[in-house]
C-alpha cells in the first residue's frame, strides 16, 4: 500500500517525544480522499509495522484517544 510507504516517510519529520496519529501523517485532504476501509486497513497496517516492523525501534505504541484512535509516540 503506497499509503504506508508515505505514512512511513512522514515519521522522519516529526520531533522525538512527539504524540501522533496516523491521520497527522498526511495533508487534510489527502486523508479525507481516502475511503473508510482504507483508512482502517492503513491503521492496522501501520500499528504492525510498529509492533514488528521497520518502525519498531523508532515508534512507541501510546494510548488510544477519546474517539478510539491509536496514538503513537516517536522515540
Known amino acids: 500500500m503506497d499509503c ?4 512511513i516517510q512522514e515519521v522522519e519529520n516529526l520531533n ?3 504524540r501522533f496519529l496516523v491521520k497527522d501523517l498526511f495533508k487534510g485532504y489527502e486523508w ?7 483508512r482502517r486497513s ?3 497496517l501501520f500499528l504492525h509495522e510498529v509492533k514488528y516492523g521497520e518502525l519498531k525501534e523508532r ?3 501510546g ?6 484512535q ?3 509516540i516517536k522515540k
Do not use: C, F, M, P
Open 63 to 68: 494510548i488510544k484517544s477519546s474517539a478510539n
Open 16 to 18: 522525538s517525544d512527539e
Open 32 to 38: 479525507n480522499r481516502l475511503a473508510i476501509g482504507d
Open 42 to 44: 492503513l491503521g492496522a
Open 59 to 61: 515508534i512507541q505504541v
Open 70 to 72: 491509536q496514538q503513537y
Open 4 to 7: 504506508l510507504k508515505l505514512a
